[in-house]
């Protein structure tokens, strides 16, 4: 039995052309090696789609732009169903503005990917103004600011330096669990604080302190799992084992 070249599918003896692919079969001397090889490379190029051809900005774009065209097409249908039903903009306006912030935070995620600092301080800052504008729809009670920004920002501030701490790691494994579960900590300690602070007049930590005590627990012990396991590892690439 001999194998067809370019799929690699068994073909009976003194096959002309492939059963399954098409191409033809050729044998596997000197001067056929690199036309069969072309031939593969052809192939392959044949099997990529155009998009699995773009860049990674390109691709982006794309998802920019697919994205803007349906939430425009959304916005825009929810705007006409509520001047029709209601005549006037009355509810559409939540969703309109989710709308808004939402593609102001698809866009600096398409354009400053790499600029993550810069990404997650617009984003802070859109997402803010996104929780200021539902707290004047529903009266102006005062939890944007005095609540929700609090939260957003301790949010935003953790992950940035989830984010940091594992761009620095040079091994990644059970570290980055270690360092996810340490922000999580973290997060809840101030979520809890800021609610204390937000629903009385005095600062004071309940459930957020058993979490944190079960994160001291687990996270040093997957730290010095995985930093144990790294010099194992290093100490079997010096000695060649």
């Known amino acids: 039995m001999v194998r067809c070249s370019y799929c690699g599918v068994e073909l009976e003896e003194n096959t002309n052309f492939c059963s399954l692919c098409g ?13 069969i090889k072309s031939r593969k ?21 794309v998802f920019w732009q697919i994205s803007g065209m349906i939430l425009i097409a959304g916005s825009i249908i ?44 617009f984003s802070f800052l859109a997402t803010s103004v996104l929780l200021i504008l539902l707290d004047i729809y529903a009266g102006n009670t005062g939890w944007g600011m005095q609540l929700g920004i609090l939260l957003l920002l301790a949010g935003y501030v953790g992950i940035y330096v989830f984010i940091a701490m594992v761009r620095n790691s040079k091994q990644k494994g059970l570290n980055i669990i270690a360092y996810s579960l340490i922000i999580s900590g973290v997060l809840c300690v101030c979520t809890d604080g800021i609610l204390s602070l937000y629903s009385g007049t005095s600062l004071h930590f309940g459930w957020s302190l058993i979490v944190m ?29």
């Open 213 to 241: 005590a079960s994160v001291a627990i687990i996270a040093p012990v997957l730290l010095y799992v995985h930093y144990r396991l790294k010099k194992v590892t290093d100490l079997k690439r010096f000695f060649h084992i």
């Open 78 to 121: 929810t705007l006409i169903i509520d001047l029709l039903t209601s005549q006037g903009i009355t509810w559409s306006r939540y969703p309109l503005t989710v709308t808004l912030v939402l593609f102001i935070n698809i866009t600096l995620i398409a354009f400053w990917y790499r600029k993550m600092l810069l990404l997650l301080t």
């Open 23 to 35: 191409e033809p079969v050729w044998s596997k001397k000197a001067d056929n090696l690199e036309y």
């Open 41 to 61: 490379q052809e192939q392959e190029q044949k099997l990529l789609t155009d998009y699995q051809k773009l860049t990674s900005f390109q691709k982006r774009m």
